[in-house]
């Protein structure tokens, strides 16, 4: 595998893992209300694929960073992923508090990854 693939794959697999994972935690909020159990054996079937893609995406990664570059990273995806899916998918509304709250926490993750 090329040293480019390695450093920009496992962040286009975290990506589409935290789509899978964002949905399978908050997509049975939306619409009719579902049996718990039926929400959660949904969501552990949404939640496969998040698993094949984020373990391959964390070994191909810890070829090129560290653990804490790659959790941070994640963390950071997640945000975005989340917000983009409650405010397009869920129709929230995106708070200022919310995106200051996240910024902040965009800062102790840019500390952990730029400043090795």
Not at 13 to 41: D, E
Not at 63 to 91: D, M
Request: aromatic residues 16%; positive net charge.
């Amino acid at each position: 595998m090329s040293p480019l693939v390695m450093k920009i794959a496992p962040w286009l697999m975290l990506v589409m893992s935290n789509m899978f994972m964002t949905f399978a935690w908050y997509g049975h909020l939306k619409g009719k209300p579902m049996a718990l159990p039926v929400a959660i054996i949904s969501s552990w079937l949404i939640a496969l694929p998040e698993y094949l893609l984020a373990v391959p995406a964390n070994r191909i990664g810890h070829n090129v960073y560290s653990t804490a570059q790659l959790k941070t990273g994640q963390e950071a995806i997640t945000l975005i992923v989340f917000t983009l899916f409650s405010y397009f998918y869920l129709g929230e509304a995106v708070k200022w508090t919310t995106l200051l709250g996240f910024g902040l926490i965009f800062c102790g993750a840019a500390l952990v990854f730029f400043f090795k």
